[in-house]
């Protein structure tokens, strides 16, 4: 809604957040959320789309799942390849542009989430950008580091609050309006 407003009328954002959600990986403590068994249904739901917006990650970062930066890149990189296939079906293949997440604070362990992120998830946060804009750069897919503009709320160490959510939509709104006009 926030970068909605930054747009204006000119422009149409369909949000899809869900918090939980992963990339690829099942996660056995929020089953039925991952991003690839959605992106299908989304793609066409809102067809034709002019630009595809997947900030996915930080999920894929919970200790329990035992995943890897790269793995979280490629998975990321397959999101993507399938909003373009999908998106092409209806005759205008979209744009994309892959989101990497924001920072995980360093203190999420003294939070609520303490129990599914740790120190290891903030040091994979801080270099896991470099990752995605490796792999979706191989497939031609615009990128953009949320880390550069927006942090967690430290309520919690993950979210953004109300600020971060500013920050990071006016930095997306750049990005749009240079990608689609």
């Not at 809604?1 to 149409?12: P, S």
């Not at 903030?122 to 897919?141: D, W």
Request: aromatic letters at 4%; charged letters at 20%.
């Amino acid at each position: 809604g926030v970068l909605q407003g930054m747009l204006g009328d000119g422009y149409r954002i369909a949000e899809e957040g869900l918090n939980g959600r992963t990339t690829v990986f099942e996660d056995p403590l929020f089953p039925d959320r991952r991003g690839m068994d959605a992106i299908d249904m989304l793609v066409r739901t809102h067809s034709p789309l002019d630009l595809v917006l997947i900030m996915l990650g930080t999920n894929d970062m919970k200790d329990h799942l035992g995943t890897t930066n790269h793995a979280v890149a490629r998975g990321v990189r397959a999101l993507c390849e399938h909003a373009l296939s999908v998106g092409a079906e209806s005759g205008k293949k979209p744009r994309v542009l892959a989101v990497s997440p924001i920072a995980i604070g360093e203190n999420v362990e003294e939070t609520w989430l303490g129990g599914e992120f740790s120190s290891r998830s903030v040091e994979r946060s801080l270099t896991i950008s470099s990752e995605i804009q490796e792999q979706v750069g191989q497939i031609g897919v615009s990128f953009f580091d949320a880390k550069t503009v927006a942090r967690p709320s430290p309520t919690d160490c993950v979210h953004l609050d109300a600020q971060g959510h500013a920050q990071l939509a006016a930095a997306l709104a750049a990005q749009v309006r240079a990608l689609i006009g």
